[in-house]
């Protein structure tokens, strides 16, 4: 979030701005967000595609069909599954359901799944919910959320969790430990 907000300071959220600001720079404005050096290499590398290939016509290349672009994404050096879906939902508004870590743990923990594969998880979401671009946009914010506040990689905060009484692990984590708040 901080970073997002040294961007739109900095009057970096466009394109263009991005293409012409320098790397250091750049990694100063995204360094909250954590492994600030990488993050700034793989941005310059997508907008200086984006620019050659695309003209920096960003709505024009996130409007092309969803498959397709899609691969196209994921073939740009640095951008794996959940870069190229987080860019497709969240830029391109596509209905795609995003999956990271937090997704996969919950998921996991609720019994909702038991495979830690991304496009099993991801087809999981895709086949139970409807369609929506917004509802995949809150749906993956609210597990970060609930990642974030209760379901911790160690030790996670059941007692208070919003979702214990759908959560058979969250139950005996609780009445093992005492479970934290
Ligand atoms: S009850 Fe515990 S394990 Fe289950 S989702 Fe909540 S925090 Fe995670």
Known sequence: MR?????????????????????????????PSGFFVQKAKKVKIFVGYAWRRHGGDLDAW??????????????????GPETADSILLYAGNRPVFVVDA???????????????EYHEVQRYFQENLPKSVPLYQEYHALLVRLAKE????????????????????GRGEAGRRGGRT
């Open 62 to 79: 996130l409007r092309r069909p969803l498959g397709a672009l899609r691969q196209e994404l994921l073939e740009i050096h640095g951008i």
């Open 150 to 169: 209760h379901c911790h990689k160690k030790n996670p905060a059941c007692r208070a969790c919003p979702v214990l009484n759908l959560c058979a692990y």
């Open 102 to 116: 937090y997704t996969r743990r919950i998921g996991n923990r609720l019994g909702q799944f038991l495979t830690q």
């Open 3 to 31: 970073a997002i907000e040294n961007l739109n300071r900095a009057g970096a959220m466009e394109l263009d701005r991005i293409r012409r600001i320098p790397v250091r720079k750049l990694r100063s404005l995204v360094r």
